[in-house]
Nanobody, 121 residues
Framework: QVQLVESGGGLVQAGGSLRLSCAAS????????IGWYRQAPGKQRELVAT???????NYADSVKGRFTISRDNAKNMVYLQMNSLKPEDTAVYYC???????????????WGQGTQVTVSS
């Protein structure tokens, strides 16, 4: 079993920054990759960024150049630095444990409780 806990959400003005954290515990040796998802009200959950165990990162087009995903394997932590935030970034952000294969991310059924990010215009 893997437990994931997100933190760092909040209310920020457009153009501002936030850093989300995801703390992993439990059978972390089984985690190959971590993904950050977000879900806005009335919308489907979407994959925002992923990072492999080797540090290879991928991003959704909507956040490229603004968000940076990173990980500290020694601390079992993954971060999502979000800059130049826009109102459309408002959502609940979740981290997920998964795997990457041939450039694609496959989510395991390990999710955190989510952290709310609200960007005001």
């Amino acid at each position: 079993q893997v437990q994931l806990v997100e933190s760092g959400g909040g209310l920020v003005q457009a153009g501002g920054s936030l850093r989300l954290s995801c703390a992993a515990s439990g059978s972390t040796f089984s985690i190959n990759a971590i993904g950050w998802y977000r879900q806005a009200p009335g919308k489907q959950r979407e994959l925002v960024a992923t990072i492999s165990s080797g540090g290879s990162a991928n991003y959704a087009d909507s956040v490229k150049g603004r968000f940076t995903i990173s990980r500290d394997n020694a601390k079992n932590m993954v971060y999502l630095q979000m800059n130049s935030l826009k109102p459309e970034d408002t959502a609940v952000y979740y981290c997920n444990a998964g795997n990457t294969l041939s450039g694609s991310y496959y989510a395991y059924d390990y999710w955190g409780q989510g952290t709310q990010v609200t960007v005001s215009s």
